[in-house]
């Protein structure tokens, strides 16, 4: 079955800490991973793709297929990192993406 | 461009009745999706819009339907509400044309809530 796993509900640490959110996944396939964020009183976004392979606001996340695994780090956490984050997997081909399984979502704390 | 709409924000509707939501995807997008999300969950994927045909569904029952317009606006319906259905109901555009269909734009939903 096809599935995404975010084993934290809840992440606290403090500025300038390092972060790693941690999400699995099982697909039978060639996954395409994606991490959304959801910001206090906004709209779910995307925050950034494996395909993509760059850095948003200090993010990045390496998709390793050996470990079905593909976590989000940024060395040093900022308050306003301070949201929900869910990792997504798209099961889709060709023309069929936008399909996605999500995580339950982790809440990331960043304090003071 | 006010990015993808949703109408109503809230909703309480009682168990056996209907319910319409309605969703204006982002301007020069032509692929809506739906998604429900139940307190305390990730997003769960309903089914998918493009051309005015249903092109992808998820694991729901034949109560949920939808329908896509000419303009690419979408509506899901609910049947026969039961009180399961209570969540916060999402729905994103993307564009196929523009062969971008991973960045899926979402709005801020509506909540519904089924007594």
């Known amino acids: 079955a096809q599935r995404v796993t975010q084993p934290e509900k809840l992440l606290s640490v403090f500025k300038g800490a390092p972060v790693e959110l941690k999400c699995n996944y099982s697909y039978s396939g060639s996954p395409e991973l994606f991490w959304y964020v959801q910001y206090s009183r906004q709209r779910l976004q995307l925050l950034l793709r494996h395909i993509s392979r760059e850095s948003i606001k200090g993010f990045t996340a390496d998709l390793n297929k050996g470990e079905t695994s593909f976590h989000l780090k940024k060395p040093f956490a900022q308050e306003e990192d301070s949201a929900m984050y869910y990792c997504a997997l798209s099961r889709g081909y060709g023309g069929s993406q936008g399909n996605l399984i999500f995580g339950k979502g982790t809440k990331l704390s960043v304090k003071p | 461009d006010a990015g993808v709409t949703q109408s109503p924000t809230h909703l309480i509707k009682t168990r056996g009745q209907q319910v319409t939501l309605r969703c204006s995807p982002k301007?020069?997008?032509?692929?809506v999706s739906w998604y429900q999300q139940a307190l305390g969950q990730g997003p769960q994927f309903i089914f998918q819009?493009?051309?005015?045909?249903?092109?992808q569904r998820g694991n729901f029952p034949d109560r949920f339907s939808g329908h896509q317009f000419p303009n690419y606006s979408s509506e899901l319906n609910v049947n026969a509400l039961l009180l399961g259905d209570s969540a916060l109901y999402l729905c994103?555009?993307?564009?196929?044309?523009?062969?971008?269909?991973?960045?899926?734009?979402f709005g801020p939903g509506t909540r519904l809530t089924v007594t």
């Open positions: 301007s020069g997008h032509d692929t």
């Open positions: 819009y493009y051309e005015e045909e249903e092109r």
């Open positions: 994103a555009s993307s564009s196929i044309l523009a062969g971008d269909m991973y960045e899926q734009y």
